[in-house]
């Protein structure tokens, strides 16, 4: 039986407003790492996606979904991020990082469950899930998905309001997949004080391997998104690896600019963390680029308001 209204409005609100007790959280400290932990755990939103119920859908609301670009790489995100996580919680000597981690990649394994739930609602065919190999290096393996979760996440923010916004989609199917687009919030706060936290304890003598393997990872994410990663598709349904930066078409009938989704997409960033406590480190490298690019773009005009006669 679903939960009542009252039940899903409290976990929603725990799963968006945290704020640590301690005076001080010194980055890399074991307060800083303990706050961490119980933020994940005690934001923690214990939804089903076995009981959520699929809104039926007319067919031309039905026909745009099945035709977004993105239902394999999807599924299949969800699916390796989960194997990462829970390979690297199995690594990581810490135990309460350790718990948070392996929670993290439960997560993801709900998210996967969610997606299959809609593509069998939906009726949306996908191809072949490939076989999920359990990585030789779980710590590279847990950073590119770290890493990449936080550049999808910031445009993803931007989509899913820009969106909601349009009323392209039913209001009732935005709101089943808004606990899931917080949940990445939360993901990748996590993610971005495990690196600061996991930065600050290793040896010094490690430190500068560690900084060449972000590096490293930035490059191999830069190069997977402007396709050079990709091997063909040897003539399987086109998809889109690159959605949550192009996307804003196919989830709005109205004509977008970049400008304009790059401010949306700044805007819903900052307001996802609002309720986080400030201290914990958030994503800076894609808010901090987009309003880079910003500078040299003109500021989106007003919209037109009506002269009285």
Known sequence: MPPDAATVEAADRAARHWIAEDASLPLGSEAHKAAVCRMFHETFNPYKPSV??????????RNRIINLPIWDIAVQT???ARLRMLSYARSCLDPDMNKTVALNGWEEGRHKEVLSNLVEAYGIKLEP???YIEPKDPEWAYMVTGYSECIDSFFAFGLFELAKRSGYFPPELVDTFEPVIQEEAR???????WAAWHRRNMPFWRRPWFELRVAAVWIFLGYERIGLARGLDDGKKAQDNNFTVTGSAA????????AE??????????RRFAGYDRRLLRP????????FA???MRRPRPAATAVAA
């Open 52 to 61: 959520i119920d699929w809104p039926k859908l007319d067919d031309e609301t």
């Open 78 to 80: 969800e699916g390796k």
């Open 129 to 131: 899930e490939p076989e």
């Open 187 to 193: 993901h990748i706060l996590l993610f971005q004080n």
């Open 251 to 258: 989830v709005s009938n109205a004509d977008v600019s970049i």
């Open 261 to 270: 989704l790059m401010d949306i997409c700044l805007a819903e960033n900052d």
């Open 284 to 291: 800076t490298t894609m808010p901090n680029m987009v309003r």
């Open 294 to 296: 910003r500078l040299f």
